[in-house]
């Protein structure tokens, strides 16, 4: 049985002041990995907000979860998506500061209906932490309870912009690793923004953002 195709961006082309890129092609299926590398500033990030309904494109499509032209659809239609289906994983951590790390976990538990998963935390290596304050974690703690966060919502795909940038080597690799694991066991996709180039190869495909354009390598 084929592997259902879960993400397809088709001639997506943006610019700010100038242009960042041009007619890009690309799709995903379950249990797919994507990354794409590339300097700062050349568009990274910009074209992970396109794909997670953030940010509607200058040109192009995009196709999520069965709905043809996500930015064809309703405003309500696309936050209901983004809460139950996606798992975002930004550079900013955005976790409440005023709450303990379980409480952090429990917003999310609620607002999805999903369960916390002790075992995820514990791999994680925050199953310890659950009772201190946002404010006391280090900044590689908050990464990795921003990340245990988003994996508790059981999303269908995952978009990472940087989810290892506050690690070191061996917490980066837990974290992957980690990631990894989730996609295959619950049938879903990520697609990566990152600067490293070790984890990029990780993924089933590797691209590079360079002169406006996505490079297989």
Do not use: W
């Not at 100038?18 to 994507?34: C, G």
């Not at 984890?199 to 360079?210: G, H, N, V």
Request: proline fraction near 2%; include cysteine; charge should be neutral.
């Amino acid at each position: 049985m084929k592997s259902q195709t879960i993400l397809k961006a088709t001639n997506l082309s943006h610019q700010f002041d100038y242009p960042l890129y041009n007619n890009l092609n690309f799709s995903l299926k379950a249990k797919e990995s994507m990354a794409i590398l590339g300097v700062s500033g050349s568009g990274k990030s910009t074209i992970l907000n396109h794909l997670s309904t953030m940010l509607k494109p200058n040109y192009g499509q995009v196709d999520l979860l069965n709905i043809l032209d996500i930015y064809s659809q309703p405003k309500d239609k696309l936050l209901e998506i983004r809460r139950y289906d996606l798992g975002i994983i930004f550079q900013s951590h955005y976790l409440f500061a005023g709450f303990s790390a379980l409480e952090n976990l429990k917003v999310a538990s609620l607002l999805t209906d999903k369960k916390i998963d002790t075992h995820l935390l514990e791999k994680l290596n925050v199953n310890h932490i659950l009772t201190q304050s946002i404010g006391s974690l280090s900044g590689g703690q908050q990464q990795r309870l921003s990340i245990a966060r988003v994996l508790c919502k059981q999303p269908k795909i995952i978009f990472a912009d940087e989810p290892t940038g506050n690690l070191d080597s061996k917490t980066a690799s837990i974290v992957m690793e980690s990631i990894f694991e989730y996609i295959q066991d619950n049938n879903a996709a990520l697609i990566l923004a990152t600067h490293d180039e070790g984890i990029a190869k990780e993924c089933k495909f590797t691209y590079r953002l360079i002169n406006q354009q996505l490079e297989k390598i």
